[in-house]
Each structure stands twice: as structure tokens, then as C-alpha cells.
């Protein structure tokens, strides 16, 4: 349900940022993310292709119905959009395998190709697993996606192994990086003021690793769908689409337990330098998608929850209350984000930033980038247009 489809919202006085855009209440880009404090000084663009493929044959896939559609003329090899999928997958196996295991992936899940490209690094929010105790539903949930993030890992590396192209897994900071997403979301959303800070420890809680699972499986979701229309081979569109169809469904799956939580009056608390700051989880959410909704350009994409039964939908001229669970246009159809797009949320910022020029924000989930050794330029973001605002 989108904000073409006849969605109203009432406000209430827990809102802080709209259910259905995503955006602050102000409806000013430029003020929640000079709010937020996230511009800074960026240099390298990027390419708009983002997607995966399948097991086999990458490296002849070019040439597969290549130079009969002008949509290929200046595209990457699948190799280089495998391994843009490969970095995604990476990131999200670690979340969700330290949430339950205590630990992420072992060595022969991270190498690079015979051993010539070293793993980076993971910094995990604490040491030891998610306690899930008195929450085994939630507990069963993050097994069941981490052996799915897993299993993609797996997957990915088997085909860019055999097409001579498989990458390590690149450095991933889950510590620094949520404090950092969580002060640029309250500062956004008003809650603390532009020079303050916060902390967030997605693994604190069974209701925080949801909530950091929120961050990260919208933009998987739209990172696969942004691809398909570039993929060359049809197996590898069949096996994009698994795997995007995968993402979806653990997508729905937090966003409905998050909406449910909401509506039973849940509150988050976030230790910030004002001060402690309880919030409805809503709220939260909302302030989270719209944090990330600033960072990927000017056009309006991300939802975030209501959580209180405020969302309603038209269904032949009559209104009828409704959730928000599926983030869709007016089409009923999910959006799509470019690979500049989905860097600039895993590097946190809305600026151009990249590996090759070294300016990756350390606060990132990537502080060293994205490894991404067929096509350099897909590890860049796109940067933001509002140049005139930028603060340092």
C-alpha cells in the first residue's frame, strides 16, 4: 500500500514521522537531514544496476541475449551483479547468525577466491547471542532467517567460484553503525536535538533485533527487485527471483510482528547524551524508514508502520481500515533501489562516497566498502542533490 493508493493516515499525537511516506512530519527532506546531521563531504557516483544470478555460467552470461537490447549496452557482467548481491547476503547472514549462534559465518563461508583476497573483519553488538528466552516464536523466526541468509551465502559462492569471480566478505561493523542509524533517526525525527548522540543494541532485546532487522530487510527486497530488469539469462532471473521472493517473505514477517507490538502499546528506549528517550515503537520504525528514506534521493520510496490501526485503504470508492505491511506503489507493485541507492544506506550516508576514493564513513555497516572486484564503480553511492545544505 502506497501513497498512490488512496492511503490516509490521522495523526496522533505519538506520530513522529508519517506511516505513509516515511517521512518526518515536517515533510522536508532538506530539515531531517540537516536534523539528522548526515551530509558530509562526498566524491565518486555510481551505476544503477543492482540484482543476483544463478549458479552457473556468469562468466558466459554476457553474451547471452547481450547487444539485442540497448538495456545491456553499458551494463556489468552478472559476475559483478552477483557479487553485488554476494555483499548484501554477507551482511544480513552475520546479523541474523550472531542473533542466534553467537557467532557469523565460519572461514570457508568468507574467503575470496583461493585464498588471494582476505575476509574483513565482523564487529558484532555484544558478545553472545539474542537472549530469546519468554520470546520463542521471535527465537524460532531468526533461526529459520539466519539458516535462509546462509544458505544464500552458500549460493552465491558456489556459482562465483566456478565462473572465477568469488569475493570475501568484505569488513561489517553491526556496533558503531546502529548507534550511528539510531542518533541520525531520533535527531531526524526531532527527538533529540542535532548535536546529540544515541546508542542502540540491536541484540539487546528480542523487540531490538527485530527492529534492526527491519533496517536491513526492506532494502534487500528492493535491491533484488531494482535488478531484474537487467539480468541477461532467464535461470538467472528464476533464481533472482527465489531469492527475492525469500527476502519478501522475512520482510512481512518483521514488519507484521513489529506492527503488532506497536499496537499493543509497545514502547523502545534509547539511552541518548539528553537523556534517556522512551518512544512507541511505531514511531520508532516510522523515524527508521525515514531516516533511510532521506539517505536514497529525493524521491518519496520508503514506508514505514502505523501501528495503531490509523492506515486505511479505498477499495471501490469505500475506505476501510488497513496496515501497512506490504510497502507497494499505487500498482500494488514493490519499488526498487539502485546499487547507488542501497550503498547509500549501508554507508549511511546520503552523499557520494566509495572504497576507491576511500571516504566510506567508518560509522557505516561497510567502513571499508563493498567488495565488488568485476565492476569497481557498483561499490560507489549516488550522493545527494541538495548540495547546499551539506554540513560537515
Same mark, same amino acid.
Given at each position: &500500500? ?96 550472531? =542473533? ?66 568469488? %569475493? ?122 525515514? =531516516? ?25 470508492? &469505500? ?22 541507492? %542501497? ?12 572504497? &576507491? ?36
Amino acid at each position: &500500500m502506497a501513497d498512490q493508493n488512496a492511503k490516509t493516515e490521522q495523526q496522533s499525537p505519538v506520530e513522529i514521522i508519517s506511516g505513509t511516506t516515511g517521512k518526518p512530519i515536517s515533510n522536508s527532506r532538506r530539515r531531517f537531514l540537516s536534523n539528522a546531521g548526515m551530509f558530509s563531504a562526498g566524491l565518486v557516483g555510481s551505476s544503477l544496476l543492482a540484482a543476483c544470478s544463478d549458479n552457473d555460467g556468469f562468466a558466459n552470461a554476457q553474451s547471452n541475449n547481450a547487444g539485442n537490447n540497448d538495456l545491456f549496452a553499458n551494463a556489468p557482467s552478472d559476475a559483478a551483479v552477483l557479487q553485488f548481491a554476494l555483499n548484501l547476503e554477507y551482511l544480513e547472514a552475520e546479523y541474523y547468525l550472531g =542473533a542466534v549462534t553467537g557467532s557469523g559465518l565460519q572461514a570457508s563461508d568468507t574467503s575470496g577466491s583461493d585464498g588471494g583476497m582476505p575476509a574483513g573483519t565482523v564487529t558484532f553488538p555484544q558478545q553472545g547471542a539474542v537472549n530469546f528466552t519468554g520470546e520463542g516464536l521471535i527465537g524460532r523466526y531468526a533461526a529459520e532467517i539466519a539458516s535462509d541468509e546462509l544458505d544464500h551465502v552458500q549460493f552465491l559462492r558456489s556459482g562465483l567460484s566456478q565462473a572465477g569471480g568469488l %569475493i570475501a566478505r568484505p569488513t561489517i561493523n553491526l556496533s558503531s553503525s546502529f548507534d550511528f542509524a539510531a542518533t541520525a533517526a531520533l535527531r531526524g525525527a526531532g527527538v533529540i536535538g542535532s548535536g546529540a548522540t544515541a546508542t542502540f543494541n540491536p541484540y539487546a532485546s528480542p523487540l531490538g533485533f527485530l527492529i534492526g532487522a527491519f533496517i536491513f530487510e526492506d532494502v534487500g527486497v528492493t535491491a533484488y527487485k531494482g535488478g531484474a530488469q537487467f539480468l541477461r539469462n532467464r535461470d538467472f532471473l528464476t533464481a533472482a527471483a527465489g531469492i527475492l521472493s525469500v527476502e519478501g517473505y522475512h520482510a512481512g514477517l518483521v514488519r507484521t510482528i513489529l506492527t503488532a507490538r506497536a499496537e499493543d502499546g509497545e514502547t523502545v528506549t534509547f539511552n541518548t547524551s539528553e537523556g534517556d528517550q522512551t518512544l512507541p515503537l511505531g514511531a520508532v520504525i516510522n523515524a527508521i524508514s525515514g =531516516a533511510r528514506d532521506s539517505l536514497d534521493g529525493e524521491d518519496d520510496l520508503d514506508q514505514g508502520i502505523t501501528g495503531d490501526g490509523v492506515n486505511s485503504v479505498s477499495i471501490y470508492g &469505500m475506505n476501510y481500515d488497513a496496515t501497512n505491511i506490504v510497502p507497494t506503489d499505487g500498482s500494488g507493485i514493490t519499488f526498487s533501489r539502485t546499487p547507488a541507492q %542501497i550503498h547509500n544506506i549501508a554507508y549511511l550516508t546520503p552523499n557520494s562516497v566509495s572504497p &576507491m576514493a576511500n571516504n566510506v564513513p567508518s560509522t557505516s555497516f561497510f567502513p571499508e566498502g563493498t567488495n565488488i572486484a568485476a565492476a569497481e564503480a557498483l561499490e560507489a553511492s549516488g550522493g545527494a542533490t541538495q548540495s547546499s545544505n551539506t554540513t560537515t
